[in-house]
Antibody, heavy 123, light 107 residues
């Protein structure tokens, strides 16, 4: 059964870079033909897609965050990562990682998801 | 960008009831819509994809319908485990977007 688990610092200072890793277990990322994505959820609010990257390269980022986001995939470690630069209090959220399928190369729904990790931006 | 609007924001119901949640897209998304269930502090779980296709293992009391700009999620014969927050997501076009959520509460 495929499982995803987020990890990383729970507290980041304003203007610094948020870095999270998602570890995938139960399947090999190198043999699977999927996108790997990040979605965040500010406290008490809804879900916002951050970006997705294909296992063999190629990525999509939310235009509202694109200038600050980098997603990378390391199939040798069965992990993928998120970096969000120049963070502010508005970036405080629970960050989820998820596998995203595709239909003829076009990303579709997310399944499964990691439980999420809370990242607070504060000095 | 496509905006997704869910209604109602909160829904109170009793065990055994049938409830319907609506999701409207700001422009046509054909049938490219998914529904998720999220319980407090847990990961969202996929229920339905392609507007009406039930994910394997999801109880048949969940059903989805719609196309274009209006979609519904119906839960029949509510069970205690169904009280949660539900989100729709469009994947017709980038950037992929979610509704704001509908919280299903016990009456």
């Amino acid at each position: 059964q495929l499982q995803l688990q987020e990890s990383g610092p729970g507290l980041v200072k304003p203007s610094e870079t948020l870095s999270l890793t998602c570890t995938v277990s139960g399947a090999s990322m190198s043999s699977d033909d999927y996108y790997w994505g990040w979605i965040r959820q500010p406290p008490g609010k809804g879900l916002e897609w951050i970006g997705s990257m294909f296992s063999s390269g190629g990525s999509y980022y939310n235009p509202s965050l694109k200038s600050r986001v980098t997603i990378s995939v390391d199939t040798s470690k069965n992990q993928f990562s998120l970096k969000l630069s120049s963070v502010t209090a508005a970036d405080t959220a629970v960050y989820h990682c998820a596998r995203q399928g595709h239909i003829m190369g076009a990303p579709v729904w997310f399944d499964p998801w990691g439980q999420g990790t809370l990242v607070t931006v504060s000095s | 960008d496509i905006q997704m609007t869910q209604s109602p924001s909160t829904l109170s119901a009793s065990v055994g009831d049938t409830v319907t949640i609506t999701c409207r897209a700001s422009q046509s998304i054909s049938g490219w819509l998914a529904w998720y269930q999220q319980k407090r502090g847990k990961a969202p779980k996929l229920l339905i994809y392609r507007a009406s296709s039930l994910k394997n293992g999801v109880p048949s009391r969940f059903s989805g319908s719609g196309s274009g700009t209006e979609f519904t999620l119906t839960i029949s014969s509510l069970q205690p485990d169904d009280f949660a927050t539900y989100y729709c997501q469009q994947y017709n076009s980038y950037p992929y977007s979610f509704g704001q959520g509908t919280k299903l509460e016990i009456k």
